[in-house]
């Protein structure tokens, strides 16, 4: 076969093109491979998406596959056509900055120290994929950090390599983040099995800045391998309400997910009454589907946090005002009473010049600007109070 027939087998007639125009809106990022492709009849597979014009052998169907990969492949083996992979938006800009670094560091002669500091050794994926998820989540950063140019050029001024192992796509990261989470599930769901002692249970909820309720259920144990008092927050499942049986029910399924139902020991939670209930419901579950015998009243244990600031107000409010009648400012911001509440105002300065203070501090957090001035002359800002702190 000639060099120009050859071209003529090679390239696309002027059909696929005008095919590969029509649908390159809605098939995403351009790649040359398309330009072998076409959209599917009506006879066949919508869900392929994209037809090989080059196979015209009425006895055999088309070749159709959703993504680039496959058609790649596909040409290589069955028409020999090599499709070269064209780089992506973030790797065109990454490469382009990286040149521009280079080429500054050359005109200053600075190559030969940076070429010093790059690691031109094999990188470990799984070690990298594990770093990076664990910067994000950490930080809370944003997953589109590996669809930014200037990160990838961080990268492979390190190593030239990362790209190869670098994501480039935010929903990868996404993926990796959840895979990341079950093998280190894994890990936490073996040592709990594995505890040389009970497992003992802190929990509390908070409101989520979506107004969700959130559980937070954390476990503390002796770990079997070094023997040490070992912590975990286990889960952090959605809850109903603040009662102790909608709590209940949030709680068991993490229970059987770990397989430590019958490994439970104290169950800690602040002096709400729910938690009182919460304790009677695990009771009435151990006996009656474990047949473990699990007293409530032993294994019910206070929040000492709860205890110490009951016991310091006691102590400073002492002889003044009923102070369990004394709603705090946090509680009347709840329910939307704070603005120009000069009733609570009042009742603080029943407490003398401790409640006088509290008053000033409530003022100062009253404004934004009142805030960036008290900031500016104390260097810091004094917390408000709520109800257990």
Request: proline fraction near 4%; hydrophobic fraction near 35%; aromatic fraction near 6%.
């Amino acid at each position: 076969m000639d060099s120009d027939a050859n071209s003529s087998f090679l390239a696309p007639s002027t059909t696929q093109l005008s095919s590969r125009s029509r649908s390159k809106k809605t098939r995403g990022p351009s790649s040359s491979v398309w330009d072998y492709c076409r959209d599917p009849l009506e006879n066949e597979d919508l869900s392929k998406k994209h037809y090989c014009t080059l196979c015209k052998d009425p006895k055999v169907a088309p070749y159709g596959a959703p993504i680039a990969s496959n058609i790649r492949k596909h040409l290589l083996t069955k028409h020999e056509i090599d499709v070269p992979i064209e780089p992506s938006r973030i790797q065109a800009q990454t490469l382009e900055k990286l040149q521009q670094l280079y080429m500054k560091a050359k005109d200053s002669g600075e190559t030969e120290e940076i070429d010093n500091q790059v690691f031109l050794s094999y990188l470990d994926k799984d070690v990298v994929i594990e770093a990076l998820v664990s910067l994000i989540v950490s930080n809370n950063l944003s997953h589109r950090l590996v669809e930014s140019p200037d990160f990838h050029v961080f990268c492979q001024v390190l190593n030239p390599k990362a790209n190869d192992v670098v994501p480039q796509a935010h929903s990868t990261v996404g993926k990796q983040i959840i895979e990341a989470f079950s093998n280190h599930k894994d890990v936490i769901r073996k040592k709990l099995q594995s505890a040389l002692t009970h497992i003992h249970l802190s929990m509390d909820i908070w409101t989520a800045p979506n107004n969700l309720l959130m559980l937070g259920i954390t476990a503390d144990f002796v770990d079997c391998e070094d023997e040490k008092h070992t912590k975990a927050l286990i889960a952090l499942p959605e809850v109903d309400g603040h009662s102790g049986e909608d709590q209940f029910k949030a709680l068991l399924p993490v229970l059987q997910d770990y397989s430590i139902v019958r490994k439970v020991g104290a169950v800690i939670g602040d002096n709400s009454g729910t938690n009182d209930t919460l304790s009677r419901a695990i009771q009435r579950y151990l006996v009656e589907e474990e047949g473990i015998k699990w007293e409530a009243t032993r294994w019910r244990t206070r929040c000492l946090g709860h205890i110490i600031n009951l016991a310091v107000q006691a102590f400073l409010f002492f002889n003044t005002i009923d102070i369990e009648k004394l709603e705090s400012y946090d509680e009347m911001d709840e329910r939307g009473e704070l603005s120009g509440n000069k009733d609570a105002a009042e009742k603080f300065r029943l407490l003398g010049p401790l409640g006088k203070l509290y008053n000033i501090l409530v003022y100062s957090h009253s404004t934004s600007a009142l805030i960036k001035e008290f900031g500016g002359l104390a260097k810091k800002m004094v917390p408000l109070d709520n109800c257990t702190r």
